[in-house]
């Protein structure tokens, strides 16, 4: 018994010392019996304030008056144990969020000799939840927020995008409109000019001295450079307006037609060099729009070679950046770098008329081409050497 006893007596020593819990016993009635330093200070009261007042004392009136210090001592009387989490009250009468549990304890003889009553302050970690929740709720009302305002967006975006559709449309129709009158309304009188000045000059050059030989000869002259233009902008519109369907196309194989169509027997008087890479690799395009691009390109090369007396024109393909490049490279007159960003520009030209014939439209087609396939285009050119053409579909 005297072992026993003084175990008993080092166990309530060592409880009285401990800091974190609130550890105290309650007779039958709730009434504090024994006081820890724990309970000291989570609870705020020394052990002659408090020993002997009921332990509904560590609750807010409201609770009281809801009979719950009541409640938990028949619950723990009924079940042995109880577990709760809750606001209490200090003796400063701050709030402290608690961690109880109530436990009951017996006599030898069986019968209820009081509660074993264990306190945890957790009111930091409330203090984190809580505020851990209202960023959850403040997040989740920004997001439904911003999701309202996403969904005003793709409302206001799909009615814009659709009256531009509408609106492309219409400025479809006009331009098909607008082809329709350009290929009979303009080129009816223009064949008229041309039909009759080769009249004049077949039948009736007798009657016609030298100036007027010339000027008929210019007339007809201008006229065809006029249909040269309407054919230009009538493609130029087609090419805007066309669907694109795709397909794997042989860029090497496309390259050699287009330059055997495009030469042919028309130069017989020039020495053209015509090199085509073996390594060209395919293409996804649409291969009718990739033939009038390469043959524009091709055309454009002989075009400024006609002074050399040996012409070269190189095609192929190299690697950049992980794209494929394609090129087509002359020896011809080249350009001034400085005016590169008009190459590709409707009616702008680079150079006079007399020297090199042209309307203005065909780079500009390319541009066009390459465009409507996700690419670019740009030309290079050194101290009028010659030019290149890049371009990436």
Not at 247 to 255: A, G, I, Q
Not at 354 to 373: C, P, Q, S, W, Y
Request: with cysteine.
């Amino acid at each position: 018994m005297n072992e026993l006893g003084s175990m008993s007596d080092l166990s309530s020593s060592l409880v009285s010392e401990i800091k974190d819990y609130a550890i105290f016993l309650l007779d039958v009635d709730g009434n504090v019996c024994s006081w820890n330093l724990g309970a000291e200070i989570i609870e705020g009261y020394n052990s002659e304030e408090i020993i002997g007042e009921n332990f509904d004392i560590f609750y807010s009136k409201a609770d009281r008056a809801k009979g719950i210090p009541h409640q938990i001592l028949a619950e723990a009387k009924e079940t042995g144990r109880v577990e709760r989490q809750s606001w209490r009250i200090r003796r400063n009468g701050t709030r402290f969020w608690a961690h109880v549990v109530v436990t009951i304890l017996y006599d030898d003889a069986g019968e209820v000799s009081g509660y074993i009553k264990i306190t945890k302050d957790l009111t930091e970690q409330r203090l984190r939840t809580e505020h851990l929740k209202m960023l959850k709720e403040n997040l989740e009302k920004q997001v439904e927020e911003r999701t309202r305002e996403l969904i005003e967006i793709r409302a206001s975006l799909e009615e814009t995008v659709e009256k531009r559709t509408q609106e492309l449309y219409e400025i479809n129709n006009e331009l098909k409109a607008f082809s329709y009158s350009v290929s009979h309304d303009l080129k009816a009188p223009l064949r008229a000019i041309s039909g009759y000045s080769g009249i004049l000059l077949q039948s009736h050059a007798k009657e016609l001295n030298a100036d007027g030989r010339v000027v008929t000869e210019t007339i007809i002259r201008n006229v065809r450079r006029m249909e040269d233009l309407i054919e230009n902008i009538l493609r130029y519109s087609q090419i805007s307006s066309q669907q694109i369907s795709f397909e794997t196309v042989d860029m090497k194989r496309l390259f050699q037609t287009c330059w055997n169509t495009l030469t042919g027997d028309n130069f017989p008087n020039r020495i053209v060099k015509f090199n085509v890479s073996d390594s060209m690799p395919h293409a996804k395009g649409d291969s009718s729009m990739l033939a009038i691009m390469i043959t524009n390109l091709l055309s454009n090369a002989l075009k400024f070679t006609k002074t050399r007396k040996s012409a070269l024109v190189e095609v192929g393909s190299k690697m950049v950046n992980k794209e494929t490049v394609y090129y087509v490279k002359d020896n011809g007159v080249g350009f001034n770098e400085k005016y590169s960003s008009k190459l590709f520009e409707v009616f702008q030209r680079l150079h006079k008329d007399v020297d090199f014939e042209g309307t203005g439209v065909g780079l500009a087609i390319v541009r066009r081409i390459i465009i409507k396939h996700g690419g670019r285009i740009w030309g290079e050119s050194h101290d009028y050497k010659g030019a290149t053409f890049n371009f990436v579909l």
